[in-house]
Structure formats: structure tokens, C-alpha cells
Nanobody, 128 residues
């Protein structure tokens, strides 16, 4: 089976950090652009950060710049999202997605895109 699995979510106090992982099963991530997305209760899913598998180009939405860092480890078939200085408004379910053809800019602008793969998500809760 081909799928993505997210992990690393949890409950953290404001100002804390978490590192999310997105692992591919059944295929290699180095052929795909990868995006992290999140959906808070009552809100639409939105892009957080995306990374190109070709040249490592990265995209961040404005509120995450300087706090979140996306990276990849092709040897582990994993993409990470390091989240620092977390805020209560970062509370959401975080998803990763993979697509072979969509640009990372387009990917991050479309939180409900019809990408090749979506994971099931991992919950992040930030307490004040």
C-alpha cells in the first residue's frame, strides 16, 4: 500500500517546540513535492510549508516564517516540520501531502488540493 504517515504531534505549552514527521510507505519521497497543511476546528485546511524534491525550494506561509522549518531526509524517506515558539493559534490537525507535478507554490496555496497522497494527520495542541 502507498501512503503517508504523520507523527510527532502532541500537547505543548505556548513557546514550546514540536517536530512533526511525514514518512512515506510504498514509494520514495524524493520523486515528490511535499507539503504540510493544517486544519483548525471550524476552519478550512490551509498550507503551512512545502518543499520541492528537486532543488529543495521551500515555501512558508507568512505566519510560520521564522518559526517553522521544513526539511527532508531522503535516506529515511521522511519530511520534517520543526515548529518552534508555538502559539495557541497553531492548534490544529497537521497533515502532509505529496504530489509529483504540482509546484510547491501552488501546493501551499491549496489546502484541499487533489494531490497524489494525503496522510491521516497528527494533532497539535498548544496551551496558553
Amino acid at each position: 500500500q502507498l501512503h503517508l504517515v504523520e507523527s510527532g504531534g502532541g500537547l505543548v505549552q505556548a513557546g514550546g517546540s514540536l517536530r512533526l514527521s511525514c514518512v512515506a510507505s510504498g514509494f520514495t519521497l524524493d520523486n515528490y513535492n511535499i507539503g504540510w497543511f493544517r486544519q483548525a476546528p471550524g476552519k478550512e485546511r490551509e498550507g503551512v510549508s512545502c518543499i520541492s524534491m528537486n532543488d529543495g525550494e521551500t515555501v512558508y506561509t507568512d505566519s510560520e516564517k521564522g518559526r517553522f522549518t521544513i526539511s527532508r531526509d531522503n535516506a529515511k524517506n521522511t519530511v520534517y516540520l520543526q515548529m518552534n515558539n508555538l502559539k495557541p493559534e497553531d492548534t490544529a490537525r497537521y497533515y502532509c501531502a505529496a504530489d509529483r507535478w504540482i509546484t510547491v507554490q501552488h501546493m501551499c496555496e491549496h489546502g484541499n488540493g487533489d494531490f497524489h497522497f494525503w496522510g491521516q494527520g497528527t494533532q497539535v495542541t498548544v496551551s496558553s
